[in-house]
């Protein structure tokens, strides 16, 4: 069974930085596409970053140049680090696990991330 457990979300103030973390049990990072999506209050879930199963990495527009993600395949971590951040990245941060199994795409319960002064 595959189990994603995201970390690192909280407080900070605008400009301020913050690294999260995800946790794969039961599948790897390094064989699969993997990253990350955020949903904000009342918003729908968007896409902001994966990497590819050979370390290619994609951005979504709003966070190119603030956010970078990093794989350990040691540890079968993902990381996201983010920073120049604004309040409109506030939101719930899902970490997220694409597979060729029946289920298709794992998804952690979310770390929530709150930008403000």
């Known amino acids: 069974q595959v189990q994603l457990v995201e970390s690192g979300g909280g407080l900070v103030r605008p400009g301020g930085s913050l690294r999260l973390s995800c946790a794969a049990s039961g599948s790897s990072f390094s064989a699969n596409v993997a990253g990350w999506y955020r949903q904000a209050p009342g918003n729908e879930r968007e896409w902001v970053a994966s990497i590819s199963r050979r370390g290619f990495f994609n951005y979504a527009e709003s966070v190119k140049g603030r956010f970078t993600l990093s794989r350990d395949t040691d540890k079968n971590m993902v990381y996201l680090q983010m920073n120049s951040l604004k309040p409109e990245d506030t939101a719930v941060y899902y970490c997220?696990?694409?597979?060729?199994?029946?289920?298709?795409?794992?998804w952690g319960k979310g770390t929530l991330v709150t930008v403000s002064s």
């Open positions: 997220y696990l694409d597979t060729s199994d029946q289920y298709g795409r794992y």
